[in-house]
């Protein structure tokens, strides 16, 4: 939660220095977040150095649309196809989104799971010029989850008679344990 708490103060911090203009990538570049910024169409326009560090790979701009990180899935690791994401959904509702948790699948498989802070960018008129996307790292929460999600499958697994049931259950606690232990070692 002091994650979060923190996160709006930098939230507020890099609104403040984007409605300022010019100086802002200074300030964004200080943040010690993954933070970066895209068009009214969703294109990348720019990142900090903690986005690269935490997608594992360094965004095109003019090419990256909604988001810069390789891959993205849910917490149910089922693949969330980028114009899908919450970056993608709060500009085309034109509002901010919150209470999201996805995983980010960096190139060399590695995962992270985050917390994504996407909310649009207006103009004085009220037309819609972008929006900037803050990913807080929240890997050290979802690993715990993940491994009792795991822990109940193989419980209804040992409980049923079914034997496609347990197997299928079984294969779903391999897949939890497996997330859970690739967010532990994500550095």
């Given amino acids: 939660m002091h994650a979060r708490l923190k996160a709006n103060e930098y939230l507020d ?12 990538r200074s300030v964004l570049d200080a943040l010690p977040i993954p933070i970066y910024v895209t068009d009214a169409d969703g294109l990348v326009t720019y990142w900090n150095r903690a986005c690269v560090d935490f997608a594992g ?7 990256d649309r909604w988001c810069v990180t390789w891959r993205i899935h849910t917490t149910h690791d089922d693949y969330l196809p980028h114009e899908k994401c919450p970056m993608a959904e709060a500009i085309r509702s034109k509002q901010q989104v919150r209470d999201k948790v996805a995983i980010a699948i960096r190139p060399d498989g590695s995962r992270r799971a985050f917390t ?3 909310t649009p960018l207006f103009d004085e008129t009220g037309k819609l010029t972008g929006a900037v996307n803050m990913l807080i790292d929240v890997s050290d929460e979802q690993a715990p989850a993940l491994a009792d999600q795991a822990n109940r499958c193989r419980r209804l697994a040992r409980a049923t008679h079914d034997l496609d049931a347990a197997r299928m259950l079984g294969a779903m606690a391999d897949g939890y344990e497996g997330n859970a232990e690739a967010l532990r070692s994500k550095r």
């Fill in 13 to 24: 911090i890099a609104l403040d220095a984007l409605r300022e203009g010019n100086g802002y």
């Fill in 57 to 63: 790979r360094e965004p095109e701009l003019g090419k």
């Fill in 116 to 118: 994504p802070y996407p």
